[in-house]
Nanobody
Framework: QVQLVESGGGLVQSGESLRLSCAASGLTTGYYHLGWFRQAPGKEREGVAC???????YHTDSAKGRFTISRDDAGNTVTLQMHSLKPEDTGVYYCAAEAATDRTVQDMCEMPWANNYWGKGTLVNVVS
């Protein structure tokens, strides 16, 4: 059974940094893309950054230059390092896993599948 557990969210001031982690278990066969998505209050969920099994990364425009996604060598932990946080970064951050097919990590981030594996999310609240 696939399980994704996020941690690291919290309340921070504008300009500060946070590091989110996602522990993945049950990804026992095949290759998986892993990614971070977020949902702000009253808005749809959107992609933030995604990474392949071979550590190819994609960061959406909202994340470029401020956020960095990475995964450990075992591929079971994916991290999102966030710097220079802004109030508009506030939201619930979700970790997701997608079985690798011919879709790229950009595809995963920009057009996520509803039937991907999803974590329950961690709240990031950035106040000015």
């Amino acid at each position: 059974q696939v399980q994704l557990v996020e941690s690291g969210g919290g309340l921070v001031q504008s300009g500060e940094s946070l590091r989110l982690s996602c522990a993945a278990s049950g990804l026992t066969t095949g290759y998986y893309h892993l990614g971070w998505f977020r949902q702000a209050p009253g808005k749809e969920r959107e992609g933030v950054a995604c990474i392949s099994s071979f550590s190819r990364t994609y960061h959406t425009d909202s994340a470029k230059g401020r956020f960095t996604i990475s995964r450990d060598d075992a591929g079971n932990t994916v991290t999102l390092q966030m710097h220079s946080l802004k109030p508009e970064d506030t939201g619930v951050y979700y970790c997701a896993a997608e079985a690798a097919t011919d879709r790229t990590v950009q595809d995963m981030c920009e057009m996520p599948w509803a039937n991907n594996y999803w974590g329950k999310g961690t709240l990031v609240n950035v106040v000015s």
